[in-house]
């Protein structure tokens, strides 16, 4: 009897691994909606708020962003896509103690943002230079740094924004304004963290209507201007017209009375001839 309720009990279990299926990571669609990842889940519902890690030499192909690590959050699925919102990045380790050494100066620091449609996001920059500097120096390049980072922030998208960090603009922008202050070795954002999302979602639906009112006023452009066309060509052959008749009128009295004179020359010729025979 026991044998028989253990294989009843071992029917009744069921493989787990069957009951998964395999879901495709997307990226935002400021990243292309690239596939970033694969995962198993029995139930959608279990891939919410999975954290994925990539590294930014696999979405852009360039080994020089190899120690460059992005985080995404999955927010939503659909059939086997799941969707994610980027949450921050980070740098390995190894890069940044390679970028600190002795008998520098190391100056980094901490500010929250809030962008122009509504996400706060935390920029961690870091500085080095080539020789130690003094306290009242650091100060300076470290305002400098609030300074460029929250302005930068404030006018731009989180998507704009975060594209502009990790293109390594922001850091030519700091690094031309610290000129005048001491000469940086070199300047990263080496972290980034994604403390509220957007709450604003009006630019898509501005950019469609600001799209069908370009075609439009292109539309009325091109009219208007094939109608200037036909109205300059037809101008154009009147006033040749115009010239021609002109002209023809000028040459027919001179015809005329060059006609005239050899007529009255024939004649003559033909009274001496006359003459001259009697």
């Known amino acids: ?31 292309e909606n690239a596939t970033i990842a694969e995962t198993l889940a029995d139930d959608p519902s279990k891939l919410m708020n999975r954290v994925t890690e990539v590294s930014m030499q696999d979405l852009t192909n360039d080994f020089r962003k190899s120690h460059v690590k992005l985080y995404f959050k999955i927010h939503g699925v659909e059939d086997t896509n799941a969707h994610t919102h980027y949450i921050g990045h980070a740098f390995t380790s190894d ?9 520098r100066s190391k100056i980094d620091g901490v500010f929250d943002v809030t962008t122009r449609d509504g996400a706060v996001i935390r920029v961690k920059p870091i500085a080095t230079t080539e020789k130690r500097i003094q306290n009242s120096q650091k100060k300076l390049i470290r305002a400098v740094m609030r300074k460029i980072i929250l302005e930068q922030g404030s006018n731009q998208t989180l998507s704009d924004f975060v594209k502009y960090i990790l293109d390594g603009r922001i850091s030519a922008d700091i690094y031309k304004a610290c000129k005048q202050l001491y000469p940086l070795k070199r300047i990263e954002v080496y972290k980034t963290q994604v403390l509220s999302l957007p709450t604003i979602q009006e630019e898509p639906v501005k950019k469609k209507e600001k799209t069908e009112e370009e075609t439009e006023s292109k539309t009325e452009e091109e009219t208007t201007a094939e109608e200037t066309e036909e109205t300059e060509e037809k101008s154009e ?17 001179e015809k005329t009375e060059e006609a005239e004179k050899e007529a009255e020359e024939n004649q003559e010729e033909s009274e001496g001839e006359v003459s001259k025979r009697e």
């Open 1 to 31: 009897m026991a044998k028989a309720r253990s294989r009843a009990a071992a029917r009744k279990i069921k493989d787990k691994w069957k009951a998964k299926k395999w879901y495709n990571v997307l990226a935002p669609p400021s990243f």
């Open 237 to 253: 052959e009147e006033i040749s017209e115009e010239v021609e008749e002109k002209k023809n009128v000028e040459e027919q009295p």
């Open 95 to 103: 890069y940044l103690r390679r970028m600190v050494r002795r008998r």
